[in-house]
């Protein structure tokens, strides 16, 4: 696997119109609403706005792509009336916050990340990895690079990987709940860095695969990350054996955007 990087240089306004942003989500939401209520239809937005105490006016607006100063209030009365779960509340204030407040830690920025390595040393017989806010891989160990080669690669990327690469087609069982959850988790992402051109760039070759493109227009599924997930691997050095993991993942408070993943052995 090689790195396209040409995809860091494509900036957000080269998304086609109607593929991310508030408005979107919005439009989205109030629709799954009116489903979720057996309305037929979307919910009105006079009643979205009646819920938040605002103008039906102001709520056509937000839908138009108008941003105006939202209080925590007002989001989790729009929350509540749109029915969100966890991750999409959280989108929504990332949004109205204009994103992630924090600066994510970049590996050009000298972050000394031999801690966080070494943490991934302590798991000598399942995979770990270390991923920046971009899924770019900074770090792993031994096991991950047996189970995954390609990770030892110059701009392993973990979401490229996952969503353009043929192999892993053949090594996620079930492919299409995978390529659902990394989508997924670009929409959360997007919202914490709107202005990411990596993120944006991944997401349009992505989008340029059929697939992958009929799995995004099927509904704004927002996932923050994969804590906890369980799936099955089929990897070449345990054939014809699958096998069944569990994704733990860590956050480190000290470096904002970075993620520590391991997989775990599956015990149900």
Known sequence: MQRDNSTDRIGPAELPDGTVGLAVLLRAWRARAGRTLGLGRPLPQTEVAAAVGMSER???DLERGTLPRLDARTLSALADALRLCADERATLFLYAAGGEPFPAVSPGDGADLTPLRRLLDLQP??????TDNAWNVLGHNAAMAEWFPWVRLPGANLIRWGLTDPEAREQLADWPRHGRAYLAMLRYALAQYPDHPELTGI?????????????WDEGPVIIANRDG??????????????????????QPVGYPGLRLTFLGPRND
Request: net charge positive; proline share 9%.
């Open 58 to 60: 102001w709520y056509r």
């Open 125 to 130: 017989a399942q995979p770990a990895y270390l």
């Open 203 to 215: 997401l349009r070759a992505a989008l340029a695969d059929p697939e992958c493109r009929r799995i």
């Open 229 to 250: 997930h369980a799936f099955r691997l089929t990897i070449p050095r345990f054939a014809p054996r699958a096998v069944d993991v569990v994704a733990q993942v860590l």
